[in-house]
């Protein structure tokens, strides 16, 4: 672990709302026995610490999300809603492996002179959280008063709360699990399959495997989606024999992942979800869970596809100070952010019991 004198942060005089960056200075050791060399943590932080520190709210963001929680939560995240920075300290630190700020692919590898790309390293969850133990110490928070992500951000949290049990008071799992399925890997698995096909993503260019990425956003969108909700969105009014609104709906998503993000921060993000499993050399899942102590809210989407009921009702069972509800959605995993205000009205009814 870094200790204080270890970081050096490059935070820029603006408002709370810019994106603030810490370089982390020498080598930062991964679970998997590689490295990454001065990495640089990007993150946003939303109101002002209180005096006794107690109004820390930690948003973990999910694979393609950035570092700002109010953008892509709003509902749950932001001026008016239950997160907000008038009565918390809202912190969220993106990713490393994203191309949102943090050291990713398309950084450039300090010992090579090189772009990372395809060399970059294998990053687990646990390297994740890592990183966010080096932002809290940099920014002097001793207690989280609330963890809360979706998807594979929960994976961060879920982790986090099992690597440091005393730091959190609550925390907020939305849509995610303790341990990639088979399933879930085999779909990320089929996305990097596509990628692959684009010859691009083999090139020296930073935004090699635009294409790919493009394919395997659509295929995503399988998983994180319905059937019921593009049988009712997409539907055909005319007798078509080509030029399906579902094909130009596959289409328009992939394209718009395409022209916000890079096709080798996905892929390394995607295999990063693949690593997730909290029992790995702590005696499997269940003892873990065990080691949770914060008062914990498991909500799952009764229609996901990725992180089913079952990867919840495991969440539930293995924490022992834990609540377990499902949100009704035709959305599907995304549900975890379209249903944004039901999600907080159901953390508002928790938080207040736990008070």
Known sequence: ???????????????????????????????????????????HTFGQLNDDGSNVVWVCHALTANANPTEWWPGLVGQN???????????????????????????????????????????????????????????GIKEIYLGLGGSMGGQQVLEWAIEQPLLFKNICLVATGAKSSPWGIGIRTAQR??????????????????????????????????????????????????????????????LKLQKRFNAHSYYALSKCMDTQDVGRKRGG????????KANTLVIGVNSDLLFTRNDQQILAHGIKQSQLTFIDSNYGHDGFLVEAESISNILENFLNEKK
Request: proline share 4%.
């Open 285 to 292: 899942v269940q003892e873990a869970l065990k080691q949770v």
């Open 193 to 254: 399959m596509a990628i692959e096909a684009d010859p691009s993503f083999f090139s020296s260019s930073p935004k090699g495997g635009w294409k790919g990425l493009e394919a395997a956003r659509a295929m995503a969108m399988i998983s994180y989606r319905t059937d019921s909700v593009y049988n009712a969105s997409q539907r055909e009014g005319s007798e078509k024999i080509d030029g399906f609104n579902a094909e130009s709906y596959q289409r328009y998503q992939g």
């Open 1 to 43: 672990m870094f200790t204080k004198s270890q970081y050096l942060a490059e935070s820029s005089d603006s408002a709370q709302q810019s994106l603030q960056y810490l370089k982390v200075k020498g080598d930062f050791s991964l679970e998997n026995g590689s490295f990454l060399t001065d990495p640089v943590i990007a993150y």
């Open 81 to 139: 809603d239950l997160i907000n920075p008038e009565e918390h300290f809202i912190v969220c630190a993106n990713i490393l492996g994203s191309c949102y700020g943090s050291t990713g692919p398309k950084d450039f590898n300090p010992h090579s002179g090189e772009r990372y790309l395809r060399q970059f390293p294998l990053l687990t969850i646990r390297d994740m959280v890592k990183a966010h133990e080096v932002l809290r110490a940099h920014l």
